[in-house]
């Protein structure tokens, strides 16, 4: 059974248009976006959000892309912790039921929405230090961009 939804998706795409949106030009990969829903925005990685962009957007974006994971890439073997907006279980594997998960990725809000937007590589985030991932299945690779970003 998929994970039950908290943020709705019309909501959710909404959030992460305004944060798209947000961004400056030019993409900090190199790249276009992969795979998944398109969403209109500019092409760009590691430049601050704007001030006036509220922290509620950036957070609804975050469990939203958080869930699409979930959705995409069901399971219980990688936590995903993006502090302070949330965390999710995701890929296929055997389950971890108790004390420190053996696979764990770990980012910040804006490491994360660029990952889930094909903004930035997963290696480049990991070889930055932008992204702490520890355990044999936390690779994300196989399962990033969540959204494709149409610049």
């Given at each position: 059974?998929?994970?039950?939804?908290?943020?709705?998706?019309?909501?959710?795409?909404a959030?992460?248009?305004?944060?798209?949106?947000?961004?400056?030009?030019?993409?900090?990969d190199?790249?276009?976006?992969?795979?998944?829903?398109?969403?209109?925005?500019?092409?760009?990685?590691?430049?601050?959000?704007?001030?006036?962009?509220p922290?509620a957007?950036?957070?609804?974006?975050?469990?939203?892309?958080?869930?699409e994971?979930?959705t995409?890439?069901?399971?219980?073997?990688?936590?995903v912790?993006?502090p302070?907006?949330?965390?999710v279980?995701?890929?296929?594997g055997?389950?971890?039921?108790?004390g420190?998960?053996?696979?764990?990725?770990?980012t910040?809000?804006?490491?994360?929405l660029?990952?889930?937007?094909?903004?930035?590589?997963w290696?480049?985030?990991?070889?930055s230090?932008?992204?702490?991932?520890?355990?044999?299945r936390?690779?994300?690779?196989?399962?990033?961009?969540?959204?494709?970003?149409?610049?």
């Amino acid at each position: 059974m998929p994970p039950r939804r908290r943020i709705d998706p019309t909501d959710g795409m909404a959030a992460l248009t305004r944060w798209l949106t947000a961004r400056q030009d030019g993409p900090e990969d190199g790249g276009p976006g992969g795979g998944g829903p398109d969403v209109d925005g500019p092409d760009d990685g590691g430049a601050p959000v704007p001030a006036d962009l509220p922290t509620a957007v950036v957070r609804t974006a975050v469990r939203f892309t958080l869930e699409e994971l979930a959705t995409s890439s069901p399971g219980n073997s990688v936590e995903v912790r993006v502090p302070p907006a949330g965390a999710v279980q995701a890929i296929a594997g055997p389950r971890h039921t108790r004390g420190t998960p053996p696979n764990v990725v770990e980012t910040d809000q804006e490491t994360w929405l660029a990952l889930a937007t094909g903004r930035l590589a997963w290696d480049d985030a990991v070889a930055s230090g932008r992204v702490l991932a520890s355990g044999t299945r936390a690779d994300l690779s196989p399962v990033l961009p969540l959204v494709r970003a149409r610049g």
